[in-house]
T-cell receptor, first 117, second 110 residues
Framework: AQKVTQAQTEISVVEKEDVTLDCVYE???????LFWYKQPPSGELVFLIR??????QNEISGRYSWNFQKSTSSFNFTITASQVVDSAVYFC??????????????FGKGTHLIIQP | AAGVIQSPRHLIKEKRETATLKCYPI?????VYWYQQGPGQDPQFLIS???????DKGSIPDRFSAQQFSDYHSELNMSSLELGDSALYFC?????????FGPGTRLTVT
């Protein structure tokens, strides 16, 4: 399977700081999809974003932004002005193959983000 | 908005018993996925169904089987349970690739 690497196992910042979570992925496909999910202590997996490999536009949603760099196979996630409620494990994932149909996801190991008040 | 429904939310079984987990996808979603997440681990893809046909297979043990029914709900059947099967089992559904996850079923095998 093509790997997803989240090198930061844990990040701790003080509230209101900006924080970037890194994600690097392997790919042998021209077409694929990338995702970020949030897993708070309650355990559910919350969908944050999906990006397809043909769309390299960066995206901003409120305090969240994503930087997709196909040349470096990276899909980084930045939280601006972090809040305590952002504390969670964040997973980066990609479709196992080219996406479409019912392609399962391969996840990174996750980054545990701790926002201290 | 409607979400993915999973039942039961918690299940305790003994070794060698059988368990059945159910998943009800978001209305109009035609694809269902099953994932297993061990403690402190990332979710691992088990199996998926598209329009009631098995589509993709991941690291699903032979002791596990699944199907998707005519109303699009899905069931994961797990037999000869082992201690290592203790995990959070997620179902996800999608329409065109955006996978939305249910709250999970926490299975404990004693």
């Amino acid at each position: 399977a093509q790997k997803v690497t989240q090198a930061q196992t844990e990040i701790s910042v003080v509230e209101k700081e900006d924080v970037t979570l890194d994600c690097v992925y392997e790919t042998r496909d021209t077409t694929y999809y990338l995702f970020w999910y949030k897993q708070p202590p309650s355990g559910e997996l919350v969908f944050l974003i999906r990006r397809n490999s043909f769309d390299e536009q960066n995206e901003i949603s409120g305090r969240y932004s994503w930087n997709f760099q196909k040349s470096t196979s990276s899909f980084n996630f930045t939280i601006t002005a972090s809040q305590v409620v952002d504390s969670a494990v964040y997973f980066c994932a990609r479709t196992m193959y080219s996406g479409g149909g019912a392609d399962g996801l391969t996840f990174g190991k996750g980054t545990h983000l701790i926002i201290q008040p | 908005a409607a979400g993915v429904i999973q039942s039961p939310r918690h299940l305790i079984k003994e070794k060698r018993e059988t368990a059945t987990l159910k998943c009800y996808p978001i209305p109009r979603h035609d694809t269902v996925y099953w994932y297993q997440q061990g403690p402190g681990q990332d979710p691992q893809f088990l199996i998926s169904f598209y329009e009631k046909m098995q589509s993709d297979k991941g690291s699903i043990p032979d002791r596990f089987s699944a199907q998707q029914f005519s109303d699009y709900h899905s069931e994961l059947n797990m037999s000869s349970l082992e201690l290592g099967d203790s995990a959070l089992y997620f179902c996800a559904s999608s329409y065109r690739d955006e996978q939305y996850f249910g709250p999970g079923t926490r299975l404990t095998v004693t």
